[in-house]
Nanobody, 123 residues
Framework: QVQLVESGGGLVQAGGSLRLSCAAS????????MGWFRQAPGTEREFVAQ????????YYVDSVKGRFTISRDNARNTVYLQMNSLKPEDTAVYYC????????????????WGQGTQVTVSS
């Protein structure tokens, strides 16, 4: 069974940085795309970033372009989200997700989700 475990969240001041990690287990990590999503209180979950199985292609929501970087280490079965120049509006629970397919499906319906990690950015 696929398991995803996020870590690295916390409280940071605006302008600061955090690096989130998502450790995967239960299947061959390097064969699947991975994504990061977030959900702030009272809002719907939204896409943040995704990376292909090889790490060769990445996609970002416009609001984080130039500030966030998604990467993966297939030897460690881990995907990362480096978040720089954080803003109060980045405050949310961050989740990683993956599918039973080589590429992450478009949208919010995914086969596997982690439990989430809280990121709070103070102004």
């Amino acid at each position: 069974q696929v398991q995803l475990v996020e870590s690295g969240g916390g409280l940071v001041q605006a302008g600061g940085s955090l690096r989130l990690s998502c450790a995967a287990s239960g299947r061959t990590f390097s064969s699947y795309g991975m994504g990061w999503f977030r959900q702030a209180p009272g809002t719907e979950r939204e896409f943040v970033a995704q990376i292909t199985w090889s790490g060769g292609t990445t996609y970002y929501v416009d609001s984080v372009k130039g500030r966030f970087t998604i990467s993966r280490d297939n030897a460690r079965n881990t995907v990362y989200l480096q978040m720089n120049s954080l803003k109060p509006e980045d405050t949310a629970v961050y989740y990683c997700a993956t599918d039973n397919a080589a590429n992450l499906r478009v949208g919010l319906r995914h086969d596997y989700w982690g439990q989430g990690t809280q990121v709070t950015v103070s102004s």
